[in-house]
T-cell receptor
Framework: AQTVTQSQPEMSVQEAETVTLSCTYDTSESDYYLFWYKQPPSRQMILVIRQEAYKQQNATENRFSVNFQKAAKSFSLKISDSQLGDAAMYFC??????????FGKGTKLTVNP | DTGVSQNPRHKITKRGQNVTFRCDPI?????LYWYRQTLGQGPEFLTYFQNEAQLEKSRLLSDRFSAERPKGSFSTLEIQRTEQGDSAMYLC?????????????FGPGTRLTVT
């Protein structure tokens, strides 16, 4: 069974600075997708970024980028120029042959003004 | 294009009662997923549908839980004889499955409290 581990329960960053959230996963599958989701307080889960395992190029969406290391089974999220609105729980998720998402326990990100 | 909607947003019930939640996916999304999220945890998969067919069920989904998607549009999740351990946020998501990519878009959830 796949597992997703987020080793940082909480992180903080100063506004306009850069922060990196860590995620590792375990799978025997070779073809899969990885996602980062953002869940603001009392609001719904929002898809931030997606990475296909067969692509070597790291995905980027505006201020959000990933560092995907397939051999190390690592998938970190970098947020540049952090904004107050980035404060949320961030979940890393794995999707393999089954369409279900397997989530980590999340990292709570605080952005300090 | 409206997003995924869920009703009710909050439900308080007494132990032993039955509850039913509804999820309306993004229009034309043929895949619909149910997850459960407890405090301080990531969502856990419960079940999913492709159109009206229920394709996978988690072992978390005990016999007290049943989900349907009768016409391949909205879905209902029913919990019979609720227990305090059922208290959680129940999340619904949908995807189109276009080009073999199954990005899932989530609704706001239904928060269940069992007293």
């Amino acid at each position: 069974a796949q597992t997703v581990t987020q080793s940082q329960p909480e992180m903080s960053v100063q506004e306009a600075e850069t922060v990196t959230l860590s995620c590792t996963y375990d799978t025997s599958e070779s073809d899969y997708y990885l996602f980062w989701y953002k869940q603001p307080p009392s609001r719904q889960m929002i898809l931030v970024i997606r990475q296909e395992a067969y692509k070597q190029q790291n995905a980027t969406e505006n201020r959000f980028s990933v560092n995907f290391q397939k051999a190390a089974k690592s998938f970190s999220l970098k947020i540049s120029d952090s904004q107050l609105g980035d404060a949320a729980m961030y979940f890393c998720a794995f999707q393999g042959g089954s369409e279900k998402l397997v989530f980590g326990k999340g990292t709570k990100l605080t952005v300090n003004p | 294009d409206t997003g995924v909607s869920q009703n009710p947003r909050h439900k308080i019930t007494k132990r032993g009662q039955n509850v039913t939640f509804r999820c309306d996916p993004i229009s034309e999304h043929n895949r619909l997923y149910w997850y459960r999220q407890t405090l301080g945890q990531g969502p856990e998969f419960l079940t999913y549908f492709q159109n009206e067919a229920q394709l996978e069920k988690s072992r978390l989904l005990s016999d007290r839980f049943s989900a349907e998607r009768p016409k391949g549009s909205f879905s209902t999740l029913e919990i019979q004889r609720t227990e305090q351990g059922d208290s959680a946020m129940y999340l619904c998501a949908s995807s189109s499955g276009l080009a073999g990519v199954y990005e899932q878009y989530f609704g706001p959830g239904t928060r269940l409290t069992v007293t």
